[in-house]
Structures are given as C-alpha cells and as structure tokens.
C-alpha cells in the first residue's frame, strides 16, 4: 500500500507527488533528493553562465546580440526576416531576459568591481521604479557595451535553457544524492553525536 500525500488539493500537490514516486523509485530519502536538486540547479544556472560570458566575451558578439535583438527605432522601419525576428515572441523573452541580466549584472558589478564597475559605487538611477526604467530603456535601445553585454546575454542564453537545466538536475539528483549529499551528511552526523557525547 503506497502512502498518497493529502495535499494534492494544493498549488504544489503534483509536484510533491512528484518527487515522493522519484524518492520511491529511486530509493534516495526525500529531503536529500530536494537539496540534491537545489544544488544541481544551481550548478547548472553558474556553468552556462561562465561559459556563455567568455564565450561571447571571446568572440565578441554581446554587443551585436544586444543591437540585433532590440527594437527597429527608426521611421522607415525594417523588413524582412529580421523585422519578423525583433518583434517575434521570442525576440520579446530574451529582452525580458536581457533587462533582468542588465539589472543583475550592474549589481554585481558594483559589488564586487567587475565588469567595468568600480567597486561598492552607487547606481546613478536609485529609485527602484527608474532603475528599472532605466535598465529596459537600455537593452532596448542596443545601449549596453563590453562586458556588461556578454554578461547580459550570458544571462539569457541560461535562462532560456531553463527547461534542459530543470530536467537535467532532476535526472541527476538521485546518483548525486547517494554519490555526495549523504555521505556529507552522515559525516556531519556522526561528528556531532561524537561532540554531544
């Protein structure tokens, strides 16, 4: 007799289902498969996002990616396959995309100095509101140069693996689980019940 979880009423009742018949089927505990899981996904999100970043670091591309993908500003208009492109819907996701990489990326690089930013310096728009204005207006206009727009489409070139990146780390967290999350957490167990005793 399987043991159904009561919550299937819920907004995350599928997804618990989910990983409960994973945990069965994998014989991998439950709370381990889920930080198994949550590390991978990140491991997937930083990898890409190095390798994009260098990779269009080292070809040069983040700044003509960021002119391609933003709007045709001029009156004659454009057209064509390109004209179809920028205003396609997944020329739309990837601006979305671009301006949270943008916003990403300056904060970052303020914090930590990099990508052309002094380090601990204060964003010039401080309002929430206008620093979001702010951040559109510039993928949209093509306006982001140098790192900051490899970073930018390092951004959403990761963002827009997010399905590949959620199926893989589901794949990989039961080995990853038995491989890693639970020897570190028996270790961890067993020094503190040496402590305590």
């Known amino acids: 007799m399987t043991s159904q979880l009561p919550s299937s009423k819920s907004k995350f009742g599928p997804y618990k289902q989910a990983l409960s018949a994973l945990s069965q089927r994998t014989r991998t505990p439950l709370p381990s498969l889920i ?25 040069g591309v983040g700044e003509g990616v960021i002119r391609a993908l933003a709007p045709q500003t001029s009156a004659e208009g454009e057209r064509g396959f390109a004209a179809q492109f920028r205003e396609s819907w997944v020329a739309q996701r990837f601006r979305k995309w671009m301006v949270e990489g943008e916003a990403r990326a300056e904060r970052v690089g303020r914090r930590y100095g990099w990508l052309g930013y002094e380090k601990g310096s204060i ?7 206008e620093q979001a204005k702010h951040h559109a207006e510039a993928v949209m206009t093509g306006r982001i140069a140098g790192d900051v727009a490899n970073a930018v489409v390092a951004y959403a070139l990761t963002k827009a693996l997010l399905p590949v990146r959620i199926g893989l780390s589901m794949y990989l967290a039961p080995p990853f689980s038995r491989t890693f999350v639970q020897p570190v957490t028996s270790a961890f167990i067993r020094i503190f019940r040496r402590k305590s005793s």
């Open 123 to 129: 964003p010039s728009v401080p309002l929430p509101g």
């Open 35 to 59: 930080l198994s899981f949550g590390i991978l996904h990140e491991l997937t999100a930083i990898a890409p996002i190095a390798g994009f970043f260098f990779a269009a670091r080292g070809l």
